[in-house]
C-alpha cells in the first residue's frame, strides 16, 4: 500500500505553521524547547486561538475541536503559537509549558488544577468534577485572560 508524501518531516516544520492542507503526516509528534507538539486537523465549527484546549472530535483521528461543554472528556492538547483556523492544519502542545486562556467567568489562581472548560477556555476545580486535572496554573490570570500553565493531555 502506498503511503503518502509529504513534503518535509515533522521536525523541519515549524510548530507555528497553520496550512490549509497537511504538510506532515497527521498524529506526527515532535518536541521542541522541552514541550511535546502533535499534529492534528480542526474539523470543528470555531477556530482554535492561542491558550484555549481541543478534545478529541469523534469524526476522524487526531481531528480536534474545541469543547463546547466543561469537564469534557478526550481532552487532547492547547493551541500555542497561532490560531489554527477551521479545516485547518497546526500543532498543539500536548505536555509542557503553554500559554491558557481562562473561562470568561474565572480567575486562575497560581497552582490550582486546571480543566477545559466551554469553547477551550480552562477553568478551575469547583469541587463537583470527577475528571483528573489537565494542567497546572503557573502564572494567575484574571477571567478572560491569558495565563501561563502546564499541561499533561490525554495519552501524553
Given amino acids: 500500500m502506498p503511503s503518502t ?3 518535509q518531516p515533522a521536525y523541519a516544520e515549524s510548530v507555528s505553521n497553520v496550512t490549509l492542507s497537511p504538510s506532515v503526516a497527521l498524529g506526527s ?3 521542541e524547547a522541552g514541550n511535546q507538539y502533535l499534529y492534528v486537523y480542526n474539523d470543528g465549527g470555531a477556530s482554535i486561538n492561542v491558550g484555549k484546549g481541543v478534545i478529541i472530535s469523534a469524526n476522524t483521528g487526531y481531528s480536534v475541536t474545541v469543547s463546547s461543554l466543561t469537564n469534557v472528556g478526550g481532552f487532547l492538547g492547547v493551541c ?3 490560531t489554527i483556523m477551521t479545516a485547518s492544519y497546526g500543532w498543539i502542545v500536548t505536555r509542557g509549558f503553554c500559554k491558557v486562556f481562562a473561562a470568561a467567568s474565572t480567575a486562575l489562581t497560581s497552582g490550582a488544577p486546571l480543566f477545559v472548560g466551554v469553547d477551550g477556555s ?3 476545580s469547583t469541587g463537583a468534577l470527577t475528571q483528573m486535572a489537565q494542567g497546572y496554573c503557573i502564572t494567575a490570570t484574571a477571567a478572560g485572560g491569558i495565563g501561563y500553565g502546564y499541561v499533561r493531555c490525554f495519552g501524553a
Fill in 5 to 7: 508524501f509529504y513534503n
Fill in 29 to 31: 509528534v515532535r518536541m
Fill in 80 to 82: 500555542q503559537h497561532n
Fill in 122 to 124: 480552562f477553568t478551575e
